[in-house]
């Protein structure tokens, strides 16, 4: 027993000794030091040959430039391209993370159906022939049936090749609803058509003025072609020029603004014009312009001899500092030193258009501030506004039409944009839910088509516009991601995303100068997608007849080319094409209104001179079931378009915008307090179409009665990194249609707060 | 070529951020993030959880509707130098997995060195460094974005900014091979630095009199954070709102206006 | 069942008492591994640490095991360098405590940090500058100390013992444990000073900066001084809840006495270094920085005066003047609260050098970092609690722990 227990323990003994000397503990030592820097679950980016690829970001409008680095045949990083007239270099939260869209989880692989329920997300794969045969049948069915105008057709951006081809396959077919996104685009557009008589963008010299007075504009949030304004920005911090901010809410604009405004909400045209007021009374506008260059000042009388009231006697009746200062909350003086700061100045310029500029808003507005520019003749000279004329590059005959088209072209549009009501008007992508509800077209829509845009987040009043979706038998989307419209659609044919796919890149939203840019494939397609133009062309071939006929070239890139001309050579080479050496039109040709002359906007309209000007914008709700208003606001670190956030974006929101899956909604802490809440409690946000589980996040940056939330939240379909996340300020807010343009003006609603 | 290297002054590299062009739009972060392969989960809301090594702060000025104000503030790593190297966090490392280079000026972090005791990020004041509570994941497919010029760090180790140090490496490389004596101040920028669409941000060499930063320092509204607890931080700030300056540091009632201080 | 591992001439509980003591108590351990393995497995995700509070819950419970431990080296001190023979009565337990204390501190070490697998790498490369390398170095040493202290305590059990090898190491060892003792002592010194190190050296963080000597901040100084003060207590309070437990008194009152006399006078002085380390700091050190006192004690919802009351009055002074009072530490009643007090001065004098230090603000623009600990921390926390527990009542019961025991509970006539 004894003899055992002693061998044992000298085995122990030994074996212990032994193996601590021999090399197994050091080598297990090093493996372990091995092992946890190298676990199997943790990705090893392989190296390889490093490249750079020049292109055009595409995910807004703005049309910066960016330079890829890949790796091999990996794309790893998106950097601003340096030099790039747009954005020299630098680039925005949105494009930086764009590799996150291209490799991201919810890509859609390869063309599907619908098999499930729809927004079960049920869905089998089907070959491109199959997808395009489905779509070219069900479409050809419709318009045999003879409700061809019962096909509607949703773009995100209005110009370009592939928005022109869907134009052309909806006339072809012979539907007029044909719809694109709108934004403050459209609203400077028709201000221009109706002040300068052009069909024009607004090109915004902003980097040369030296006083700026924006309305409500996200100057530094995404307004315009974002990177360019930053630039801007810095370029006046340097400068020492002055940026002044009116708007309801402490925004980073207003912040950074040398002077923050706080005016009530939906009062800004009301501000605007009792500015004109000092400066008209005060004698400070550009006399040798406004009488040279612009018409309807003083009063006019038309070729009947009847009277109507300039701008001169309009404003004088009605908006001085002190009435003004009654709507609108500023001080009176304030109203003064203002406009004789911006008319002193020897560069002033006026902005308009909330945020980053999503919602058209009021026309009265975009002219009350044009006219502003007007004043101090901020038109088409260093430092002002330009008009640019819209891309004219696509130049294809009409396509020929048959009877069936013929007839379903003459039919009302579904959205409200012909006829009387809206002359200026193109479409109204707001007003189309509400046309399918109310059946006030006189005829159904049967199906959709939807490229680039994401309607069911981003147009308003979610309800009507689900309700509208749900009514139409056969909805087709090109989404190359699972958006939320995607996910209700009933066949999907992927795009490649923007970093895959040759593209033109018309003239981003706001440069003083016509650029056409050129977007090509940086990697090859990652999955089965098919450039959408291809796809369309495709399905109409498919379709054949006039519809077929009306396509004839061999492929988007051949249509691309043709339509290039002479510039695919230099598009190709540089993926930009720029006048750089642009100069805005001299006055003889600068205005093709009647009077050849800037219009000041009494004298602006050419049809419904019965329209009440300045009319407020009234918003949805009464105030004694909703005491308080809400207003939406914007933010670079929250894409609010077709595009949701990327995972890196959504890493960045801040934490009082959004906590785990709650949004904050931002009171004044007075409002706060009357409504017994406190910091990070949990409420109900409750406007006349909606409730939402919010949290509220006290704030001195917007004023008593008044509480916001941020857009680009609410996502539901997209990837787990934003879907679930917040709330939908759309699905909260009701389009109101603008009198004049009938676009969505709405710039926020009523609502009410109570603890949850 | 050899002996060009040896004579190189030794560099300090840093940056100037001018709150004043900062528009708090988060391009930086996401370069950063890019550039770095910074992981992200689903859900990041908890900032104390949440891997950004470059973090944009939101300063307010406490005063009242409408006399309130915001600004932004983007915090990088400090790249302290302290007295002579000695940064607060560099000292405290039991295994030498960060360290303070007297050629550059940078801190510099051994992801694979790091066992994870966080006794770096108790000493650093400024939040820059972060822990890595999960492994991170990338979604099937977004692993090809990942860049190989910067490792994957996995669970339970701690990460920072490096001033994209890797970018000075792959500089410095062409430097060598072109045999030149010096590295231009273009050569070496940090990814926040090229993508800040704002111009916001400056970085370069502060020993250097040609490189901007060297100037900008100077600037009279200029100011590091926490001067004053001796960190000798190498990342500078200019605001021209007082507000902002002062908070900056932390200051006793009873002092008074915040100046700038001339570096 | 068991008597024939029970000591001769003492007496035990029934085994099935013992039994189910170490099953309920055990039930309690294993939940503590349970989390340990999730934190190993899952990492530590499974804390509400975060990236601005990278210490928690277990961290605190680690410094303060410490200073508790700190009766074993500190009572090894008295005895074998300072020569209180008397004390040999009550050293065995004493370094059965610090070496629960401080295997449990080592546990924590190795749940905490990020990467358990290559903790080893404090040795291999290692800082020489960081405080957290040389409290590595002094703790393992001094914990193979401890285990080298402890391990003739184990071959003294009688079935051991009769191993004739054992019995010589037995003996072989006791004659220079006196070496390892005063090994101890001065690795002990240095790793109690070292950890007041961590948060005194922490210059960028103002709450805990303190300044001092050489490398050494203040804090150094006055974590040894207080462990030697406190760590007696512990060793008296434990020993105090071994007598309730057992029903027997254990010790003999003169030998409490003594080390509660000692400890008092250590207490006192140590409390009054700490309140002038307190005060020039307050006064001095944090303006310097731009805070006042109070910018550590205000605005948020837990850190205020009291915490400042709670360790220099009523974990420091009280009970120091109740120790130093013959009538005092004579009272079993004042003795206990005593000795309570002063375990709890010290352990909230760790929380606040550990914990506060992070959740004070330091960049204006921040506010308090507050945390609550996870189930896992709590476990984890109480895992040591758990172990020492059982280690207690398997050492009690099979080792002749304390010498005076046959004396104060003379056995009838059981044999072994």
């Known amino acids: 027993m004894n003899i055992a227990r002693r061998s044992f323990l000298a085995f122990l003994i030994g074996g212990a000794a032994g193996t601590a000397l021999s090399p197994l503990p050091w080598k297990l030592t090093d493996d372990l030091s091995i092992w946890t820097q190298t676990w199997p679950w943790t990705p090893v980016p392989p190296d390889g040959e490093y490249s750079y690829v020049n292109s055009v970001c595409t995910l807004c409008p703005g049309g910066c430039g960016i330079t890829v680095r890949k790796v091999d045949n990996r794309a790893v990083k998106i950097e601003g391209m340096a030099g790039h007239p747009v954005n020299d270099g630098g680039i925005c939260i949105l494009g930086a993370s764009g590799l996150q869209l291209l490799y991201g989880p919810r890509r859609v692989k390869a063309p599907m159906r619908r098999v499930g329920e729809r927004g079960e997300g049920k869905w089998e794969t089907i070959s491109w022939d199959e997808a395009i045969a489905a779509a070219a049948e069900k479409l050809e069915g419709i318009r045999s049936a003879g409700n061809p105008q019962g096909v509607a057709c949703m773009v995100g951006d209005r110009y370009g090749t592939v928005p022109s081809l869907f134009e052309r396959f909806m006339t072809a077919y012979g539907s007029p609803n044909f719809m694109s996104d709108a934004a403050i685009e459209d609203s400077y557009r028709i201000t221009l058509n109706l002040m300068h008589g052009k069909n024009a963008i607004p090109g915004f010299d902003a980097g040369n003025a030296d006083f700026v007075v924006s309305f409500g504009s996200g100057v530094i949030e995404g307004w315009g072609s974002p990177v360019r304004m930053f630039l801007a920005h810095g370029k006046w911090k340097d400068e020492n020029k002055t940026l002044v901010q009116v708007e309801p809410r402490l925004s980073n604009t207003a912040a950074k603004a040398d002077k923050w405004v706080a005016v009530q909400p939906g009062t800004e045209a009301v501000l605007a014009l009792s500015m004109a007021y000092v400066i008209i009374k005060e004698n400070l506008y550009d006399k040798s312009f406004v009488a040279e260059n612009a018409a309807a000042f003083e009063d006019w009388r038309d070729d009947e001899g009847k009277t109507y009231p300039g701008f001169k006697t309009f404003v004088l009746n009605g908006f001085s500092p002190a009435d003004a200062s009654k709507v609108t909350g500023v001080d009176p003086s304030l109203i003064v030193s203002l406009a004789r700061s911006f008319a002193g100045a020897e560069k002033p310029l006026a902005l308009c258009g909330r945020g980053k500029g999503n919602t058209p808003g009021s026309l009265h507005e975009f002219m009350a501030v044009h006219a502003l520019n007007g004043l101090v003749g901020a038109i088409n000279r260093p430092g002002g506004v330009w008009a640019i004329d819209v891309p004219d590059y696509v130049t294809w005959p009409k396509p020929g039409l048959d009877e069936a088209a013929r007839a379903g072209l003459e039919k009302p549009r579904v959205d409200g944009a012909d006829g009387g009501a809206y002359p200026y008007t193109e479409s109204i992508i707001s007003g189309f839910a509400d046309g399918v509800n109310s059946g006030s077209a006189g005829y159904g829509v049967e199906a959709l088509l939807v490229s680039g845009a994401n309607p069911l987040y981003t147009l308003r009043d979610a309800q009507a516009v689900r309700k509208a979706f749900d009514s139409i038998g056969f909805v087709v989307s090109f989404s190359s991601y699972m958006d939320e419209t995607a996910a209700q659609a009933d066949l999907i044919l992927p795009n490649h995303t923007y970093l895959e796919r040759r593209q033109d890149v018309p003239a981003p939203f706001g440069l003083n100068m016509p650029v056409i840019g050129m977007s090509r494939p940086v990697v090859p397609p990652q999955f089965d997608t098919r450039q959408v133009g291809d796809s369309l062309m495709g399905i109409a071939r498919k379709m054949g007849g006039s519809v077929g006929d009306a396509f004839g070239w061999e492929s988007y890139e051949a249509c691309l080319k043709e339509t290039m001309g002479a510039a695919w050579e230099t598009l190709e080479k540089d993926g930009i094409l720029v006048k750089a050496d642009y100069a805005p039109e001299g006055w003889g040709e600068a205005f093709n209104t009647p009077s050849k002359k800037f219009q000041f906007f009494t004298g602006a309209y050419r049809h419904g001179e019965n329209k009440d000007l300045m009319s407020q914008m009234k918003i949805e709700g009464e105030a004694a079931d909703f005491p308080l208003i809400l207003i939406p606001y914007d933010s670079m670190r929250l894409a609010s378009g077709p595009v949701a956030d990327t995972p890196f974006m959504a890493k960045t929101i801040e934490e009082d915008v959004l906590i785990h899956d709650d949004v904050y909604v931002q009171v004044n802490p007075a409002t706060a307090a009357s409504l017994n809440l406190r910091e990070g409690k949990v409420a109900e946000l409750t406007t006349p179409v909606g409730k939402a589980r919010v949290r509220v996040h006290l704030s001195e940056g917007i004023g008593e009665g008044v509480i916001a939330l941020p857009t680009g939240l609410g996502h539901w379909a997209n990837s787990k990194y934003i879907a679930g996340k917040g709330v939908n300020v759309n699905r909260l807010m009701s389009p109101v249609a603008d009198p004049v343009s009938g676009l969505d003006a709405a710039w926020g609603i009523r609502a009410k707060l109570a603890r949850a | ?263 | 069942m068991d008597t024939a591992l029970i000591p001769e001439g003492r007496k035990r509980c029934p085994l099935w008492q013992f039994v189910l003591f170490i099953a309920v108590v055990g039930a309690v351990l294993l939940w503590g591994v349970y989390a340990m393995i999730l934190c190993w497995l899952k990492g530590l995700n499974q804390t509400n640490m975060n990236n601005a509070y990278g210490f928690a819950l277990w961290i605190w419970a680690d410094l303060a095991v410490i200073a508790l431990g700190g009766g074993a080296f500190f009572s090894g001190f008295l005895k074998y360098i300072i020569g209180k023979d008397e004390l040999k009565n009550l050293i065995n337990y004493a370094v059965i405590i610090g070496f629960i204390c401080y295997s449990s501190a080592l546990l924590i070490l190795a749940i905490d940090i990020g990467q358990p697998l290559r903790g080893w790498f404090i040795f291999w490369h290692a800082n020489v500058h960081s405080m957290l390398t040389e409290v590595a170095f002094c703790l393992s040493c001094y914990f193979a100390v401890l285990t080298i202290e402890f391990i003739p305590l184990i071959l003294e059990n009688r079935q051991i013992d009769k191993v004739r090898f054992f019995h010589n190491l037995s003996h072989n060892m006791h004659h220079i444990m006196a070496v390892f003792a005063a090994t101890g002592a001065f690795l002990s010194f240095f790793h109690q000073g070292s950890l007041g190190g961590v948060a005194g050296v922490l210059f960028a963080r103002p709450f805990g900066f303190r300044e001092g000597v050489l490398i050494w901040p203040w804090t150094f100084f006055l974590f040894t001084w207080s462990a030697a003060a406190c760590g007696p207590c512990f060793t008296i309070l434990i020993t105090k809840i071994t007598e309730k437990v057992t029903r027997k008194k254990l010790v003999k009152d003169n030998v409490i006495e003594l080390l509660a006399k000692i400890s008092g006078w250590m207490l006192l002085t140590y409390i009054v270094a700490k309140i002038i380390d307190t005060w020039y700091w307050a006064v001095v050190t944090a303006p310097e920085a731009g805070f006042t006192m109070m910018d550590f004690y205000s605005n948020n919802p837990l850190y205020g005066l009291w915490i400042l009351f709670l360790e220099i009055v009523l974990g420091g002074i009280v009970p120091a003047l109740i120790l130093i009072t013959p009538a005092g530490r004579k009272n079993k009643a004042t003795l206990l609260l005593a000795t309570v007090l002063a375990v709890i001065g010290v352990c909230v004098n760790r929380w606040v050098m550990v914990l506060q230090v992070l959740a004070v603000p330091v960049m204006p623009f921040e506010s308090w970092f507050m945390y609550a600990p996870s189930w896992q921390e709590v476990a984890t926390t109480i895992l040591p609690l758990a172990y020492g527990a059982i280690l207690i009542a398997i050492a009690h019961r099979y080792l002749p722990i304390f010498p005076q025991e046959p004396e104060l509970n003379p056995v009838e006539q059981q044999a072994g």
Not at chain 2, 18 to 31: H, R, S
Not at chain 2, 190 to 203: D, E, R, S, W, Y
């Open chain 2, 1 to 263: 070529m050899k002996k060009a290297q040896e004579h190189t002054a030794p560099k300090k590299y840093g940056m100037v951020i001018d709150l004043d062009k900062c528009t708090g739009c988060g391009a930086c972060m996401a370069a950063c993030m890019a550039e770095n392969n910074v992981p992200f989960r689903e859900d990041e809301t908890d900032k104390n959880l949440s891997i950004t090594w470059l973090r944009v702060y939101k300063l307010t000025n406490g005063k009242k509707f409408p006399n309130a104000d915001v600004c932004y503030l983007p915090r990088p790593c400090m790249h302290c130098e302290g007295h002579h190297g000695h940064s607060p966090c560099v000292s405290v490392c039991p295994a030498t997995a960060t360290d303070y280079s007297y050629d550059t000026g940078i801190v510099s972090q051994i992801y694979t060195r790091c066992f994870g005791c966080r006794y770096c990020m108790a000493a650093c004041p400024y939040h820059v460094r972060y822990f890595n509570w999960w492994d991170p994941v990338w979604p099937e497919g977004m692993e090809k974005m990942l860049s190989p010029n910067v490792s994957v760090r996995t669970r339970g180790v701690v990460e920072k900014c490096s001033f994209c140090f890797h970018r000075y490496q792959i500089a410095m490389e062409k430097v060598r091979y072109e045999g030149r004596a010096e590295l231009a101040e273009d050569e070496y920028q940090t990814a926040c630095t090229q993508a800040c669409p704002a111009n916001a941000i400056t970085f370069g060499d502060l020993n250097n009199h040609d490189h901007a930063v060297y100037k900008l320092k100077t600037h009279p509204d200029a100011f590091r954070l926490l001067e004053r607890l001796g960190t000798n931080p190498k990342v500078y700030y200019i605001s021209s709102r007082e507000w902002v300056r002062r908070q900056g540091d932390n200051y006793l009632e009873n002092e008074g206006k915040v100046v700038a201080k001339a570096h």
